[in-house]
């Protein structure tokens, strides 16, 4: 069935709008939560994906603060997106857990590589890059 106006190259377009959109709503993460993660990632030297009560959130949180360094945390059990950011996070660097640190826009991971950075130098090279 032809529709009028229509041209080849138009259903092209809209088929590979409709294969890069689908993948990332069929994975469970919203376009919104993905720009959102990654504008936080890249906007800020530090950013830590937490939860306010989970006590490897507080040590990753705990190791910036004795270096007086201020990152930009965002505690995902108080946001409505939060599971959602936790799908994005997932396809980002293959874990869901919390916390998820990052140094200028670079992935340093969990908790306890955050701490293995900061004991053997890696984190103050991170640091002293920006």
């Known amino acids: 069935m032809a529709i009028p106006g229509l041209r080849?190259?138009?259903?092209?377009?809209?088929?590979?709008?409709?294969?890069?959109?689908?993948?990332t709503e069929f994975a469970g993460a919203s376009i919104s939560a993905s720009a959102f993660v990654q504008n936080v990632v890249f906007s800020?030297?530090?950013?830590?994906?937490?939860?306010?009560?989970?006590?490897?959130?507080?040590?990753a949180k705990r190791v910036f603060s004795?270096?007086?360094e201020k990152p930009m945390v965002v505690e995902l059990d108080l946001r409505d997106?939060?599971?959602?950011?936790?799908?994005?996070?997932?396809?980002?660097?293959?874990?869901?857990?919390?916390?998820?640190?990052?140094?200028?826009?670079?992935?340093i991971g969990g908790s306890d590589d955050t701490v293995a950075a900061r004991a053997n130098g890696q984190l103050q090279k991170l640091l002293e890059e920006s």
């Open 44 to 59: 800020n030297r530090i950013a830590i994906f937490s939860k306010s009560y989970c006590p490897y959130s507080l040590r």
């Open 81 to 107: 997106d939060g599971p959602e950011i936790q799908d994005v996070l997932l396809d980002l660097v293959g874990r869901r857990t919390v916390p998820q640190v990052f140094i200028n826009g670079k992935h």
């Open 8 to 23: 080849i190259g138009d259903l092209s377009l809209l088929l590979l709008l409709l294969l890069a959109w689908a993948p």
């Open 66 to 68: 004795e270096l007086h």
